[in-house]
């Protein structure tokens, strides 16, 4: 079953401008990662945050995590065409190697 | 090789026809993943290697599964008497243990008529 859920499914930004999305979870974990997924091949690793960290950032991403919610956000700044894509959550729930992942949100970026 | 390669990356079969899908891991990664990815839908996990430690099989969906990989090479994945409901792509990943990190391949798309 999925750990991850992802919100919204699909987002349309214009270019420029800021995307947001969420990913919430239901067990403890280790750490999340975000992955972006071009054109439904394979996963590109974007950002992990351990569960004692907050925030990070990496270039335009920003990253939060609040572990109370069982919550997560990836922000990416300044938006490009090339940030069209579908961006998904995973956790490692401590078994030190199998990731579960999330549906999804697809962000297109119209320019 | 400088990634995680994939082949065939298109598989179009008839219902009851087996399967064969390979992946070539980048070279030292002792971890490999094999997942699946229905339309629209996020990666579900199918089995994991991990050196010559016995597998992790629990995500494979029937016994019409069947992965196999000799120590830190090649994998493959086997589906046989295939089902129109396999039609998804298969992502295989890479990494090390205490790597937390995986590194995906192009992925295979399976098309079953």
Not at chain 1, 65 to 73: A, E, I, N, P, V
Not at chain 2, 22 to 50: K, V
Request: charged share 20%.
């Amino acid at each position: 079953s999925q750990q991850g859920e992802e919100d919204p499914q699909a987002l349309s930004i214009q270019e420029g401008e800021n995307a947001t999305m969420n990913c919430s979870y239901k067990t403890s974990i280790n750490n999340l990662q975000w992955y972006r997924q071009n054109s439904g091949r394979g996963l590109v690793h974007l950002i992990l945050i351990r569960s004692n960290e907050r925030e990070k950032h990496s270039g335009r991403l920003r990253v939060t995590l609040d572990t109370s919610k069982k919550s997560s956000s990836l922000l990416i700044t300044a938006s490009r065409a090339a940030d069209t894509a579908s961006y998904f959550c995973a956790t490692d729930a401590g078994n030190d190697y199998k990731l579960s992942f999330g549906a999804g949100t697809t962000v297109t970026v119209r320019a | 090789g400088a990634g995680v390669s994939q082949s065939p990356s298109n598989k179009v079969t008839e219902k009851g026809k087996d399967v064969e899908l390979r992946c070539d891991p980048i070279s030292g990664h002792t971890a490999l993943y094999w997942y699946r990815q229905r339309l629209g839908q996020g990666l579900e996990f199918l089995i994991y290697f991990q050196g010559n430690s016995a597998p992790d099989k629990s995500g494979l969906p029937s016994d019409r599964f069947s992965a196999e990989r000799t120590g830190e090479s090649v994998s493959t994945l086997t589906i046989q008497r295939t089902q129109q409901e396999d039609s998804a792509v298969y992502l295989c990943a890479t990494g090390n243990r205490g790597m937390d990190t995986q590194y995906f391949g192009p992925g295979t798309r399976l098309t079953v008529l």
